[in-house]
């Protein structure tokens, strides 16, 4: 399972610093010759459909998943909204756990932007995943979705919305950096000795573009010196 704490934490001499509360990201670039921020996206984006307001969140269910109470009162059917790495983790996780998951995306799969990762996993765990299958309303237990201009009710069952993540900033926080220090699109910021990696600076973070992002930053330094 992901981790279930993104709080960017600097460890120094055995010592753990939460960035933004115990250190400034100022104090750390007049520390070290270049850092790196790769402390991902630990926000949930918020849904506009009816009844989303009372489902759980692919983050909030990853803060409570190492909780042995929460996770022994878990039900048995389980539907994932979204398609990306977070929720193919959680499908993994629960399949573990012998409970029967679906996993909803609202595009066709030629639509989707699965990586070869991403399809290697859904294909080694038999992953049960519903393209062009759009939630419309949740009521209780009760899910309404669409599928193909058609609209179906499944009951008994417990919806878990990973459409997606925002970066938490608080590791801004008592430093002279402001938000805008990078477009988000490449490992470069506006600040000569800070990069930026994983789902920072990608859309799809998988490992095959966190190792090519690990080769463009060392070049880059490398080049520098």
Do not use: W
Not at 39 to 47: A, F, H, L, T, Y
Not at 51 to 78: C, M, Y
Not at 173 to 195: E, H, W
Not at 198 to 224: E, P, Q, V, Y
């Amino acid at each position: 399972m992901p981790g279930n704490n993104k709080k960017m934490v600097l460890c120094i001499n055995g010592e753990k610093y939460e960035v933004g509360k115990d250190i400034s990201l100022d104090e750390i670039l007049n520390s070290f010759d270049y850092a790196i921020l790769a402390n991902g996206k630990s926000i949930s984006r918020k849904s506009n459909i009816e009844g989303s307001e009372n489902v759980l969140s692919a983050i909030d269910f990853l803060k409570l998943s190492h909780n042995t109470e929460f996770i022994n009162t878990l039900p048995n059917d389980f539907v994932l909204y979204g398609l990306g790495n977070v929720s193919i983790d959680i499908a993994i996780f629960l399949k573990s756990l012998n409970k029967n998951v679906e996993i909803y995306y609202h595009k066709p799969r030629e639509l989707s932007r699965l990586s070869h990762h991403d399809i290697k996993k859904i294909d080694e765990y038999n992953l049960n995943v519903i393209f062009d299958t759009r939630i419309v309303k949740v009521e209780n237990d009760t899910l309404c979705f669409e599928n193909k201009g058609e609209i179906y009710k499944k009951n008994n069952v417990y919806p878990i919305f990973a459409i997606g993540q925002l970066i938490d900033y608080s590791f801004l926080d008592g430093s002279s950096v402001n938000s805008d220090f990078t477009d988000f699109k490449s490992i470069y910021t506006k600040i000569d000795n800070l990069y930026i990696a994983g789902d920072l600076c990608s859309s799809r973070a998988d490992i095959s573009t966190g190792i090519k992002t690990a080769f463009d930053i060392t070049n880059d330094i490398l080049s520098k010196n």
